[in-house]
Nanobody
């Protein structure tokens, strides 16, 4: 099983990014999946989750209304659309299955 997050970068406050998480060795629609992040000098923070049915998504209060998790079963890929980004969203973002985290992608929100 492999998880590879991508799509991070440098964006100005108020901007948007879409992160992707490509899965291999498993089907993304077969399991609940999560997004987490870790800011410099801080512990991991849960961001969002999607039920394996794809019908339910969940968000941390800090991102609710700004971030959207979705899934493309044909592409076997999980997405995190991030809008209205704030400097405090700066972190390395990871997709995960339970306690298994893939490689992260850096998101930096700065003017």
């Amino acid at each position: 099983v492999q998880l590879q997050a991508s799509g991070g970068g440098l964006v100005q406050p108020g901007g948007a990014l879409r992160l992707s998480c490509a899965g291999s060795g498993f089907t993304v629609g077969s399991t609940d999946m999560s997004w987490l992040r870790q800011a410099p000098g801080k512990g991991p923070e849960w961001v969002s989750a999607i039920h394996k049915s794809g019908e339910s998504t969940y968000y941390a209060d800090s991102v609710k209304g700004r971030f959207t998790t979705s899934r493309d079963d044909a592409e076997n890929t999980l997405y995190l659309q991030m809008n209205s980004l704030k400097p405090e969203d700066t972190a390395v973002y990871y997709c995960a299955i339970g306690d298994f985290w893939g490689q992260g992608t850096q998101v930096t929100v700065s003017s």
